[in-house]
C-alpha cells in the first residue's frame, strides 16, 4: 500500500489565491521530504529539499517566497503555492524515503494544480 | 551540469516482446540509480533500484543493468504486457536521497 499521501489529488484555483498541498510519510519518520514539478510531458524537477526542524533548501530557480515548505513534524511537509498564477498550473508531487541515503524514493500521487 | 538523460523518448513494443529502456548517466560519484514507472495522473512508482557495486540485478520480468565503464543504465522487461505502458524514468541518487531523474521514456504496448 501507499506509504506516502498526498492532499488533494488536485485542486482548482483562483489567480491570486494561495494553495497549500499536504504530504505524509503514513508508516515512517522522514526527516527529510522532497517536492517536485512536473509539467506535461516532462520530467520530475526537484523544487526543494523539505527538512524537519528546520528550513527547506530550494533548488536554483524555484522562489521560495512563492513556494512556502513547512515540514514541522517527522511525518507531514507542506507546501503552499502563494499568490498562484496560471504559470504555477502543474503537477506538484512529493517523496520522502525510510533512509536518509541509498535507498528508494516513496513519491505520493501527486497534486493537479489548475490556476484560472 | 551533469545530469541523467534518456537515449529514446518513445518505445512501441508488441505484448509479449521484450522492452528495452536505456540510460546514461554523468556523475561518476553517483552510486545508486532508481528505475520508476509513472502512470498518467500518479506519482512516479518504483520498479528496482540497484547500486554501483554491482552490474545486474533481478526483479520480477524487470532486469537492471548497470555500465559504470560507459555510465549507462537500461531496464528490461520481459513478455511486455499492456499495463506496462507507462513512462519510465530512471534516476541517480546524487547525494541523501537527492534524487535527480532523467527526461522518461513512453513505453507503449500495442495489443
Known amino acids: 500500500g501507499a506509504v506516502v499521501s498526498q492532499h488533494p489529488s488536485w485542486v482548482i484555483c483562483k489567480s491570486g489565491t494561495s494553495v497549500k498541498i499536504e504530504c505524509r510519510s503514513l508508516?515512517?519518520?522522514?526527516?527529510?521530504m522532497f517536492w517536485y514539478r512536473q509539467f506535461p510531458k516532462q520530467s520530475l524537477m526537484l523544487m526543494a529539499t523539505?527538512?524537519?526542524?528546520?528550513?527547506?533548501?530550494?533548488e536554483q530557480g524555484v522562489e521560495k517566497d512563492k513556494f512556502l515548505i513547512n515540514h514541522a513534524s517527522l511525518t507531514l511537509s507542506t507546501l503552499t503555492v502563494t499568490s498562484a498564477h496560471p504559470e504555477d498550473s502543474s503537477f506538484y508531487i512529493c517523496?520522502?524515503?525510510?533512509?536518509?541515503?541509498?535507498?528508494?524514493?516513496?513519491f505520493g500521487n501527486g497534486t493537479r494544480l489548475t490556476v484560472t | 551540469g551533469e545530469s541523467v538523460g534518456l537515449h529514446l523518448p518513445t518505445l512501441s513494443v508488441q505484448e509479449g516482446d521484450n522492452s528495452i529502456i536505456n540510460c546514461a548517466y554523468s556523475?561518476?560519484?553517483?552510486?545508486?540509480f532508481i528505475w520508476y514507472k509513472q502512470e498518467s495522473g500518479k506519482g512516479p512508482q518504483f520498479i528496482i533500484d540497484?547500486?554501483?557495486?554491482?552490474d545486474k540485478r533481478q526483479g520480477q520480468r524487470v532486469t537492471v543493468l548497470l555500465n559504470k565503464t560507459v555510465k549507462h543504465l537500461s531496464l528490461q522487461i520481459a513478455a511486455t504486457q499492456p499495463g506496462d505502458s507507462a513512462v519510465y524514468f530512471c534516476?541517480?541518487?546524487?547525494?541523501?536521497?537527492?534524487?535527480?531523474f532523467g527526461a522518461g521514456t513512453r513505453l507503449t504496448v500495442k495489443p
Open positions: 534516476a541517480e541518487n546524487i547525494d541523501n536521497n537527492d534524487m535527480r
Open positions: 523539505s527538512n524537519e526542524g528546520s528550513k527547506a533548501t530550494y
Open positions: 540497484i547500486r554501483s557495486n554491482m
Open positions: 508508516d515512517f519518520q522522514a526527516t527529510t
Open positions: 556523475n561518476s560519484a553517483s552510486d545508486y
Open positions: 517523496s520522502a524515503s525510510r533512509q536518509t541515503s541509498g535507498s528508494p524514493l516513496h
